[in-house]
């Protein structure tokens, strides 16, 4: 009898692969995965996309968590979806990535479609909204979290060992009270800074006017709808995190720089200091550095260096070069 073994029967993969099919099993589910292929949504923005209760889709996103096909943030006092990535040598992990590539191929409806766009539309009211009312104490606000001098060395070692020649052009989005302007105009042969808050775009004219660049065109615009002229180089300082749709926004701003031209990006690292959303109008608290480079891969854009500062507050900044290819083959990867 003690020779009689018991077939040894392991439950936790099989589970885990169920859990897989079972996720993937319903249509709403799978769109909202597909929706989720370069965004994150918080519950009742995907209750409002996919015109479903709370309720409801806080049942969807349960059994897609179960089944580890979306990871949770928390932002504020919401908590954000977003897909989680396959790892492809663990068990399970080719199937995600194949569903996760199927799905891919889905066209959310446009009813859906139509709602992502007043979702993010609502997002940058709020950061328009913010910047707005907060023009007058930018600076402080501004200094809550990191100032120019904090970063400004790093910006400047990044963009000089990419060596621009005399005649090149630059592209500043959101250049805020315009401090780092000085620093563009000196460097390039014309400027233009986007701001799309008229009280911001004020004070980067009187620091115009008061240094004398008269190299610098400052437009009111929407970066992100209006079209530009490409430049060589396109600069963002801590603008991102104020962006509605922050992936399909790199989309857009691969789209002003040159081929053979540069995107240069400074952003907070991801923080958990959700005071920074009513304190500093952030819609997003900082960003993973593999979802910049996620999101540049699939705009055209090959990662290039990166400079990380540590600041004594606890807040983490990321500086980073992405190149346009010279003869790009298409304009971007969905
Ligand atoms: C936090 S401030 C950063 C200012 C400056 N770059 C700095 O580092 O101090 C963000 C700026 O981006 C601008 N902004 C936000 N969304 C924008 C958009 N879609 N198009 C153009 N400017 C935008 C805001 O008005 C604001 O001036």
Same mark, same amino acid.
């Given at each position: 009898?003690?020779?009689?073994?018991?077939?040894?029967?392991?439950? $936790?993969?099989?589970? &885990?692969?169920?859990?897989?099919?079972?996720?993937?099993?319903?249509?709403?589910?799978?769109?909202?995965?597909?929706?989720?292929?370069?965004?994150?949504?918080?519950? =009742? &923005?995907?209750?409002?996309?996919?015109?479903?209760?709370?309720?409801?889709?806080?049942?969807?996103?349960?059994?897609? !968590?179960?089944?580890?096909?979306?990871?949770?943030?928390?932002?504020?006092?919401?908590?954000?979806?977003?897909?989680?990535?396959?790892?492809?040598?663990?068990?399970? /992990?080719?199937?995600?990535?194949?569903?996760?590539? $199927?799905?891919?191929?889905?066209?959310?409806?446009?009813?859906?479609?139509?709602?992502?766009?007043?979702?993010?539309?609502?997002?940058?009211?709020?950061?328009?909204?913010?910047?707005?009312?907060?023009?007058?104490?930018?600076?402080?606000?501004?200094?809550?979290?990191?100032?120019?001098?904090?970063?400004?060395?790093?910006? =400047?070692?990044?963009?000089?060992?990419?060596?621009?020649?005399?005649?090149?052009?630059?592209?500043?989005?959101?250049?805020?009270?315009?401090?780092?302007?000085?620093?563009?105009?000196?460097?390039?042969?014309?400027?233009?800074?986007?701001?799309?808050?008229?009280?911001?775009?004020?004070?980067?004219?009187?620091?115009?006017?008061? $240094?004398? #660049?008269?190299?610098?065109?400052?437009?009111?615009?929407? !970066?992100?709808?209006?079209?530009?002229?490409?430049?060589?180089?396109?600069?963002?300082?801590?603008?991102?995190?104020?962006?509605?749709?922050? !992936?399909?926004?790199?989309?857009?701003?691969?789209?002003?720089?040159?081929? /053979? /031209?540069?995107? =240069?990006?400074?952003?907070?690292?991801?923080?958990?200091?959700?005071?920074?959303?009513?304190?500093?109008?952030?819609?997003? #608290?900082?960003?993973?550095?593999?979802? =910049? !480079?996620?999101?540049?891969?699939?705009?055209?854009?090959?990662?290039? &260096?990166?400079?990380?500062? /540590?600041?004594?507050?606890?807040?983490?900044?990321?500086?980073?070069?992405?190149?346009?290819?010279?003869?790009?083959?298409?304009?971007?990867?969905?």
């Amino acid at each position: 009898m003690n020779n009689l073994r018991m077939p040894h029967l392991r439950f $936790e993969p099989s589970d &885990e692969l169920a859990a897989l099919c079972k996720a993937g099993g319903d249509p709403l589910r799978l769109n909202v995965l597909r929706a989720l292929a370069n965004d994150s949504f918080g519950v =009742l &923005e995907l209750a409002q996309i996919f015109a479903i209760g709370q309720s409801g889709i806080s049942h969807h996103l349960k059994v897609l !968590a179960q089944a580890r096909l979306v990871a949770t943030r928390r932002e504020g006092n919401a908590i954000f979806y977003r897909r989680a990535l396959p790892q492809a040598d663990s068990f399970g /992990g080719r199937l995600h990535a194949a569903l996760l590539e $199927e799905a891919d191929q889905l066209q959310l409806p446009e009813d859906c479609l139509a709602r992502i766009a007043a979702v993010h539309a609502q997002r940058a009211a709020a950061s328009r909204d913010f910047f707005a009312r907060m023009a007058d104490t930018f600076q402080a606000q501004q200094d809550l979290i990191a100032g120019l001098p904090q970063y400004r060395e790093s910006v =400047l070692a990044l963009l000089d060992a990419l060596s621009f020649p005399a005649q090149a052009t630059a592209i500043e989005v959101g250049p805020g009270d315009g401090g780092f302007l000085p620093e563009l105009a000196r460097r390039f042969s014309r400027v233009t800074a986007l701001d799309n808050s008229p009280a911001m775009l004020e004070l980067a004219r009187g620091r115009c006017a008061r $240094e004398g #660049l008269d190299n610098v065109e400052l437009l009111l615009a929407d !970066a992100l709808a209006e079209p530009q002229p490409a430049a060589d180089c396109v600069v963002l300082n801590l603008v991102l995190h104020h962006l509605a749709a922050p !992936a399909d926004a790199l989309k857009h701003l691969a789209g002003l720089v040159k081929a /053979g /031209g540069s995107l =240069l990006i400074t952003e907070l690292c991801s923080h958990d200091q959700s005071w920074a959303r009513t304190a500093c109008g952030d819609l997003w #608290l900082g960003f993973e550095q593999d979802d =910049l !480079a996620r999101w540049a891969d699939a705009a055209g854009l090959a990662s290039g &260096e990166s400079l990380y500062i /540590g600041l004594r507050n606890g807040f983490q900044i990321q500086v980073r070069h992405f190149a346009k290819p010279d003869h790009p083959t298409s304009t971007g990867k969905e």
